[in-house]
């Protein structure tokens, strides 16, 4: 495929997930009606330091957790055709750096990823794409925006966001916005934050041209009340990845039966915190030190 068409086939798969995900998450307009106050009575946080401590205070209320569920993923193989899966997923957290995702279609492993302390990983297994992504969480730290492909975006979503005053803060009807920017003022990371409840409801990670690099979309938390009793999590997410080798990755999960996870320790040291083989794997990519996946030699 020529380089044109290549370029061509991008922009076309920029806008259709930029649209989808909007669409497929289920999101709510940009402020529903409120259930009490009307919205004109509500306000934001006044500075950067009392929206940085809220959602820190939210950030320590995240517990381990395990969930199943469903996803639908949508692709696009080297000819800008697009595909779907729709597998069955479970989840299990114990934050803030152990996460395990995987989704099943018909008994066989679909999709899988995940992160320890030092690493993360994400993997697609049909024919179309069969492709492994991995590297150094330390490494997709210091990328920034460039290197978000990977499950940090699921941890944020789930309350796992790190924000301190550096950020800058601004508003717009219903949400506080939190923007971390580079040393030219191009935005990294960008969080909205809903006024009534200041829960997070969108994050998008931007690449070192400030460009949009992915973008995360939360609703429908749950109520944190019996087994869950304090802990708030997004039980809608749609997570859309741009700077993918193809154009674009759509990831739309719906979670269900969310419990208390209560890890042993040989789960926490074995395979479910563990970077998986990536033998029969057509393509295997590492995040490098100019932020960049490049191809390994199987």
Not at 231 to 260: E, F, H, Q, S
Request: hydrophobic residues 40%; proline residues 6%; glycine residues 10%.
């Amino acid at each position: 495929m020529s380089h044109t068409h290549t370029n061509h086939v991008i922009s076309i798969i920029v806008a259709a997930l930029t649209v989808g995900v909007l669409l497929l998450a289920g999101c709510e307009p940009p402020l529903r009606e409120p259930l009490g106050p009307d919205i004109k009575l509500l306000k934001g946080k006044p500075d950067i330091a009392a929206a940085v401590s809220a959602i820190n205070a939210h950030r320590e209320l995240v517990k381990p957790i395990r969930a199943g569920g469903n996803c639908l993923i949508e692709w696009f193989d080297d000819d800008g055709k697009k595909h779907k899966e729709n597998p069955a997923i479970q989840l299990r957290l114990v934050p803030p750096d152990h996460l395990y995702f995987s989704g099943d279609i018909l008994g066989g492993e679909a999709i899988r990823f995940g992160t320890n302390v030092e690493e993360f990983w994400f993997r697609i297994k049909p024919k179309e794409v069969s492709s492994f992504w991995w590297g150094k969480r330390a490494l997709a730290r210091a990328c920034g925006g460039q290197g978000q492909l990977g499950p940090e975006s699921l941890l944020e979503a789930l309350g796992v966001v790190e924000v301190d005053e550096t950020w800058t803060l601004s508003s717009r009807p219903g949400y506080d916005i939190l923007t971390l920017k580079d040393s030219a003022g191009l935005p990294i990371k960008r969080i909205e934050v809903d006024w009534r409840d200041y829960l997070v409801r969108k994050i998008e990670h931007f690449d070192g041209s400030g460009e949009t690099s992915v973008v995360v979309n939360m609703s429908k938390y749950n109520d944190g009340a019996g087994e869950l009793a304090g802990i708030v999590v997004p039980t809608r997410i749609a997570i859309v990845y741009l700077n993918m080798p193809n154009g674009g990755l759509l990831t739309d999960m719906t979670l269900r039966d969310l419990k208390p996870f209560r890890p042993s320790e040989a789960q926490m040291k074995g395979k479910l915190f563990t970077r998986p083989d990536t033998k029969g794997f057509q393509n295997i990519y590492e995040l490098d030190k100019d932020c960049k996946f490049t191809k390994q030699e199987n």
